[in-house]
């Protein structure tokens, strides 16, 4: 099973930028989809962003023209840009890998949008 270990996260004031990064023990080439997802205090966990096998990506409203997810194939390494960050955005980010059946978590890493 691909270990995930998210790292980039932090405190940053509104309208900032923080880029996150998830790197993959194993190639990342032939997974089904990787994403991004959070969970602030006290609210359910929430998809933020999904890149597919072939590209393709999807955001939720609350993200869009503000977050941009990427890969690097060659560095096994998924990112997730933030900008104009909100103290809404505050959470744990995790990264999520589906390939077939299975399915890896990261362990999380903290956003905190604070003046």
């Known amino acids: 099973q691909v270990q995930l270990v998210e790292s980039g996260g932090g405190l940053v004031q509104p309208g900032g930028s923080l880029r996150l990064s998830c790197a993959a023990t194993g190639s990342i080439s032939y997974m089904n989809s990787m994403s991004w997802y959070r969970r602030a205090p006290g609210k359910e966990r929430e998809l933020v962003a999904t890149?597919?096998?072939?590209?393709?990506?999807t955001y939720a409203e609350s993200v869009k023209g503000r977050f941009t997810i990427s890969r690097d194939g060659a560095e096994n390494t998924l990112y997730l840009q933030m900008n104009s960050l909100k103290p809404d955005d505050t959470a744990v980010y995790y990264c999520?890998?589906?390939?077939?059946?299975?399915?890896?978590w990261g362990q999380g890493t903290q956003v905190t949008v604070s003046s």
């Open positions: 999520n890998l589906k390939r077939g059946p299975s399915e890896s």
């Open positions: 890149i597919f096998h072939y590209g393709t990506k």
